[in-house]
């Protein structure tokens, strides 16, 4: 509260003091004391004893850390230290996460609301099992879990002047931001997905040869016109859904301070935060949601799912006709589910509760720690240089009113910032300040148990990758140098460094 | 307001004074409570069995009769397995097994064929309508499935939430109870599904068709539901797993029973089954829907966790199982908190009694999620809010004995700086 009041103020104060990226208004911090700071410091060094695991280091989410249980419900716990009280806000959350939406008007008015257009009727069809969604599997598979972000370069008026580096981008002008490949009665869908791949062989030490599909993607069936001759598409896969509001509440000072955007210390690797705009506390905040980075906070992130994927207007989105564009008047006039009592589609305790079901969905405890392959595996991971952006350890701001996520030692393995992967794994559609060759590094927490929770083994932001091997080769630009080693290392090392990320 | 205290003191008085029998030893109530639970495991085993029975004599012979027959002893069998809900949540084995026995809610065209209203398959499921009575052989997931004979492993390995999606319920009590009553069609209306017995005819006398698929279907969903309830039962007695897991450890133990009885009141029962349907105003937000038995599902519950609190409970045969409970524990050093505790159960039962007596005098919980119904949503409201209630009582007992309420052996969060920093 008294973060949002200062955001507020601040503004009004003048530029001086303008709140920006460093700030947290998301949270409400109980500022550190310089002695627990250095604790946090000492604890966050990496380690440079392999020999057995660490303290702590089965518990990826410290006391929010859940059981990892056998079977495919191993994502869809709430964090494990939660109170009786919160459970029912969780277990709310779920009921609004599972729930299918349906077009208006309807009897059910607390459902109502669906596109017009949509590329799901509910959360949980792309997020199945709360785990990672997968491309379709063929040409008659519904693109579910999948789709396209569009848009075109903006002009320099486009940008947001308090955003340095800012790289101005608009909704392409028939489709807006997104492509939707379902849309109700009487109204044309925008487009279907196809995909074709082509094999690459990639031979490796030891005799060994990877194979990766290198995809094409096109817009097809296109139901309001052709594309903006300079239209970006970027393919994105629905993210797995645990560990959220940890991530959230990593001091965004932290997350600034390993940014090295000019490679000052030389080791290849730069690390560039993205910036965005809150709609929420109307200030630049610091990326940390997305496949870019390109949302602030989960209940922003969650309000522009619910727009764009879905349709269903929130006080932060309230377009009751989702994102369709000036020129989908067909859409834009069709019957909407808002101005009834909820005023929007979901009124903010529906939002809240999706969000607070969102930030608890504990992560897995780790298995095998102390295998002896499992520790040569992570010796491989450290020696090689995938630390340098795959960040082990973070410790999260303490709290008032999270108690799930106050103050916990945390093992996600991503550094939240945004790194270039290259030509080869380039959506070359920019993002806020992510250029069209950066990603953010994507946590490793719980990526073990993506077969057992999803039923495959589809990595990246398009599930290009078929195992974790090749998700490790398709890493070019910043990361070309450790994708090599891991190309040239005895197969006994590649083979134990897999292991190793089968136990997070 | 006050009224309504003087009550509930008055009750918890009377409670605590009939709980004292015992001196409390952690191991006893450790050991009483697994009793308790395979009596109810055992319980439920007999009355699934007995409905077992009447499904093989509608099969063999379908009437008003039979069917009617088979819906009573699937409601009788529903009496000692919502009383042991109460072990999920705590216990790890419980909640790694009771999705296959009562996952809810589920999407019924998966399972026989469903009234046009119900629409069709749609982008989110395209398995809602698949119909496994119709269809000998369908793909799903881009596979082929050979459905000729309705199995058990069909159900369980194949079709139970197929493709990921949770409401692909294909297996246990809800799916069993579709294809006994058929669809509730009467919306926020009075009524439960009104299937025909002629569903089960053979011949020209078969309605809907596909009737030896239905029976087979049913016979099969009922098979692994006697065979699944087998395995949990045996879990329990002398030497199963779920004791041994349970006694190992004395304090997580006594942890596991209450976790068990919060995360049952609070965020499944009170939440998710009772909370959200309100929301949304959505008759299909009903915990047993086709049978319109939501009342009992509720009561039955809200009695689980009591019982549990008590360390006795009342079998199907009216032998009594009781032994030293938590009650006891609780009352040797706060009989205090004992007395609110006790008090707090009891005016959730309260409340849920009066959800039921109201069904059954006619106000159906799908009438009373209607929006607007200002009598049901007090109802509702009223188990929610003791359900609610009775939690913070258990949150105190938890601090009382000094026991980590959500049990996750040795987790450390930093402010256990001992933990973290030597």
Not at chain 2, 1 to 28: F, N, P, R
Not at chain 2, 252 to 272: D, K, P, R, V
Not at chain 2, 333 to 346: Q, R, V
Not at chain 2, 376 to 383: C, K, Q, S, V
Request: hydrophobic share 40%.
């Amino acid at each position: 509260m008294s973060h949002a009041l200062c955001a507020g103020l601040c503004t009004l104060l003048g530029s001086a003091l303008v709140a920006g990226p460093i700030d947290d208004p998301h949270l409400d911090v109980i500022p550190r004391t310089p002695a627990e700071q250095k604790r946090i410091d000492d604890v966050r060094a990496p380690t440079s004893d392999f020999g057995a695991a660490e303290r702590f280091e089965s518990k990826p989410a410290g006391a929010a850390t859940v059981r990892a249980t056998t079977d495919s419900n191993a994502f869809s716990y709430p964090s494990g230290n939660i109170s009786f009280e919160d459970q029912l806000d969780f277990k709310v959350g779920n009921g609004l996460f599972k729930k299918l939406w349906v077009s208006s008007p309807s009897s059910t008015l607390a459902s109502d609301g669906l596109g017009p257009l949509y590329n799901a009727r509910s959360c949980q069809r792309c997020h199945v099992k709360d785990g990672r969604g997968h491309p379709p599997a063929g040409p008659d598979d519904f693109a579910i879990s999948m789709f396209l972000r569009v848009s075109i370069p903006g002009g320099s008026e486009d940008g947001v002047a308090e955003i340095e580096d800012y790289i101005a981008t608009l909704p392409e002008p028939n489709y807006g931001e997104q492509l939707q490949d379902f849309s109700l009665a009487g109204q044309p869908a925008e487009y279907k997905l196809d995909i074709s791949y082509e094999e690459i062989e990639v031979p490796l030490s030891g005799g060994e040869v990877a194979s990766l599909r290198k995809p094409s993607y096109a817009a097809t069936n296109l139901g309001y016109g052709p594309l903006h001759p300079d239209a970006m598409l970027s393919p994105r896969i629905a993210p797995q859904m645990i560990g959220l509001g940890l991530l959230e509440a990593i001091p965004a000072a932290d997350i600034l301070a390993a940014a090295d955007p000019d490679d000052l210390d030389g080791d290849g690797i730069s690390g560039r935060p993205n910036i965005v705009w809150s709609v929420e506390y109307d200030q630049p905040m610091l990326g940390r949601f997305g496949l870019k980075a390109g949302l602030p906070t989960i209940r922003h992130q969650t309000a522009s799912a619910f727009s764009g994927d879905i349709g269903i207007s929130t006080s932060l989105l309230p377009a009751a006709w989702g994102e369709c564009t000036e020129l989908q008047t067909q859409c834009r006039e069709a019957p909407h589910g808002d101005g009834d009592v909820r005023v929007f589609e979901v009124d903010d305790i529906g939002l809240g509760l999706v969000t607070y079901y969102s930030r608890n969905l504990g992560v897995p405890a780790r298995r095998d720690v102390e295998d002896p392959q499992v520790l040569q595996g992570k010796k491989v991971f450290y020696s090689t240089g995938c630390i340098s952006c795959h960040t082990p350890k973070h410790v999260t701001h303490r709290l008032s009113g999270q108690p799930e996520q106050s103050f916990q030692l945390i093992w996600p393995y991503t550094d939240l910032l945004l790194h270039d992967m290259g030509p080869g794994l380039a959506d070359n559609r920019p993002e806020a300040r992510a250029t069209g060759t950066e990603w953010r590094t994507p946590p490793l927490w719980g990526i073990g148990l993506t077969e057992q929770v999803s039923g495959h083994t589809y990595f990246l932001h398009d599930g290009r990758a078929r195992s974790l091997l090749e998700a490790i080769l398709w890493h070019g630009g910043e990361a070309q140098a450790q994708r090599d080693r891991v190309v040239d290392m005895p197969p006994e090392d590649r083979a134990a460094l897999i292991r190793f990320l089968e136990s997070l | 307001m006050k009224a309504q205290l003087l009550g509930v003191s008055a009750l918890a008085l009377s409670a605590s004074i009939a709980g004292s029998a015992y001196a409390a030893e952690k191991a006893d109530i450790l050991n009483n409570y697994a009793d308790i639970a395979a009596a109810k495991y055992a319980d439920a085993l007999v009355t699934a069995s007995t409905l077992q029975a009447a499904v093989d004599a509608l099969i063999a012979e379908p009437s008003d009769i039979t069917l009617q027959a088979a819906k009573d002893a699937w409601l009788a069998a529903r009496v000692p397995y919502q009383q042991t809900e109460v072990f999920r949540f705590g216990n790890a084995i419980v909640d790694d097994w009771e999705g296959k026995v009562n996952a809810w809610p589920l999407d019924e065209g998966l399972i026989d064929y469903v009234d046009a209203s119900y629409g069709g398959a749609s982008d989110e499921n395209e398995l809602r309508v698949l119909n496994v009575v119709a269809n000998a052989s369908f793909t799903m997931s881009g596979e082929s499935v050979d459905a000729a004979s309705i199995t058990p492993a069909l159900l369980e390995e194949s079709l139970h939430e197929a493709d990921g999606v949770e409401a692909n319920v294909a297996t246990g009590y809800h799916a069993i109870e579709f294809l006994l009553w058929g669809q509730d069609l009467n919306g926020h209306e009075a009524g439960a599904g009104n299937r025909p017995f002629t569903d089960y005819s053979s011949g020209d006398a078969c309605t809907n068709g596909n009737c030896d698929r239905r029976a087979e279907y049913l016979k099969s969903a009922t098979d692994l539901l006697i065979s699944d309830l087998e395995w949990m039962a045996a879990q329990w007695v002398d030497g199963g797993e779920a004791r041994a897991t349970l006694l190992a450890d004395e304090d997580a133990g006594i942890s596991a029973i209450l976790t068990g009885m919060g995360s049952l009141s609070y965020g499944e029962q009170a939440g998710e089954r009772m909370r959200l349907g309100l929301m949304l105003n959505d008759p299909e937000e009903e915990h047993d829907c086709f049978a319109d038995n939501t009342h009992n599902s509720h009561y039955y519950v809200g009695l689980g966790i009591q019982n549990v609190y008590l360390g006795e409970y009342v079998r199907i045969d009216g032998t009594l199982v009781e032994g030293p409970s938590l009650s006891d524990l609780v009352a040797e050093s706060d009989a205090a908190l004992d007395a609110e505790m006790l008090g707090k159960l009891s005016q959730t039962m309260r409340r849920l009694g009066q959800i039921k007596t109201a069904a059954e005098a006619g106000f159906r919980y799908d009438q009373m999620l209607e929006r607007g119904n200002a009598g049901g949503e007090a109802l509702i409201m009223g188990g929610v809010n003791a359900l609610v209630d009775q939690t913070r009582s258990i949150e105190r007992v938890v601090a009382a004995l000094g026991v980590s309420a959500i049990e996750f052996e040795g987790s450390d969060s930093l402010d256990n700086p001992e933990a973290v920093f030597q």
